[in-house]
């Protein structure tokens, strides 16, 4: 098969063996596998992957065709739509997985948006409702909400009946994401739009101590991306206590098969219905093929994107 590889720093698209599914695995053809702020990471040799997972090869999520089971897989049938998250190496023709991490491709979905669906839908469903418990008619703010967590979790937001508000840093982007369902506010602008309840955390650091200021009495904050920084040097556990807040932290790579497992049916149930009824899609602001991964790894870095960069094969 063909698949991405990273070497010295770069992405390359080689040949590599096939694998082979072993007990209660798929062997799925992909035709589009997503890209993520951790693929860039594994890229510049900054992520640490999972034990068992092959360090040189990226790719966390992906869509395709059933192929072949493996014994005891019976979950799905050979040729059977199906997309999930992956612990690595998912940006190839071909990947093995647990049938348990397979989820149905909703009818309506191509295969660019069903690639780039897994990780950006698990993570936010996972960080919204698993985490922060939020409820109908509550305040959600999405920091960094143009990226491909950002417009799942403004949406998924929506759909619940939260009324959301999103920062988008971009002017070009932030018509887009008022469509998508929140009120969008530039990314200075969100202490005095508040209090909120739950604080979808996509940026990181520089928004920590006002988002503390920003959040109602009882309210929770996600940490899920850092990229802007890690480390706040300020934090005031006065306010903290004041609000009788929680900060929350989380990442799904590292998860056991059972918890991701769990992630899978709880999107199966509460997320997909929702993409049959169209109140869901997956803004998809490029693809390329495979061969031309490294250009799509460019493309991600650049920033500037609206939803997610896929590659199809
Ligand atoms: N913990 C987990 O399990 C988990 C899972 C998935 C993703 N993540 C992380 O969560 C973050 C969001 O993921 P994603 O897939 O949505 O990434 P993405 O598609 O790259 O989106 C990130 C968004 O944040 C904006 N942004 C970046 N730096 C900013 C800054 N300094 N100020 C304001 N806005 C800024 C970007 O705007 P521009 O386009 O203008 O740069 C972009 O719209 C990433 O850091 C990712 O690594 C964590």
């Known amino acids: 098969m063909r698949a991405v590889v990273i070497r010295d720093g770069g992405i390359l698209v080689e040949a590599r063996p096939d694998p082979e599914p072993g007990s209660g695995e798929a062997l799925v053809r992909v035709r589009a596998a997503g890209l993520n702020g951790a693929d860039l990471l594994q890229r510049a040799g900054s992520y640490p992957v999972p034990p068992g ?11 395709g065709e059933v192929l072949r089971n493996g014994p005891r897989a019976e979950r799905f049938n050979v040729g059977d739509r199906v997309m999930g998250l992956i612990a690595g190496a998912g940006q190839a023709e071909l990947v093995v997985v ?3 991490l397979l989820m149905p491709v909703p009818a309506k979905l191509d295969w660019p948006a069903a690639g780039g669906l897994p990780e950006v839908f ?9 985490q922060c418990g939020l409820q109908p008619g509550e305040r ?11 417009t799942a979790a403004v949406q998924l937001g929506r759909a619940t009946g939260a009324r959301v508000s999103a920062t988008v840093r971009n002017a070009k ?5 008022a469509a998508l369902g929140a009120a969008v506010l530039a990314p200075g602008d969100f202490v005095d739009a508040g209090p909120f309840d739950v604080i979808l955390e996509l940026v990181g650091a520089p928004n920590m101590r006002d988002n503390l200021r920003a959040l109602r009495t009882g309210g ?10 890690a480390t706040v040097e300020e934090f005031p556990l006065g306010l903290l206590m004041a609000r009788r807040g929680r900060i929350h ?4 790579r590292g ?7 769990l992630t899978a049916r709880a999107l199966e149930r509460s997320v997909l219905p929702l993409f049959a009824t169209g109140a869901l899609r997956v803004p998809v602001h490029k693809t390329f093929s495979l061969e031309r991964a490294a250009e799509a790894y460019d493309a991600f870095a650049a920033g500037g994107k609206l939803g997610k960069i896929v590659l199809t094969a």
Do not use: N, Q
Not at 122 to 130: E, G, I, Q, S, V
Not at 220 to 229: E, H, M, N
Not at 255 to 261: C, G, N, P
């Open 122 to 130: 698990t993570t936010a469903h996972d960080a919204l409702f698993t």
């Open 98 to 100: 647990h049938e348990r």
């Open 255 to 261: 998860r056991s098969l059972e918890e991701k497992a």
């Open 220 to 229: 929770r904050i996600s940490v899920i991306g850092t990229g802007a920084g």
């Open 173 to 177: 982007h932030r018509e887009m994401v």
């Open 53 to 63: 997972v092959p360090a040189d090869m990226p790719g966390m999520e992906f869509a």
């Open 140 to 150: 959600l703010l999405v920091h960094g909400a143009a990226g491909g967590v950002g």
């Open 249 to 252: 932290g989380s990442t799904l």
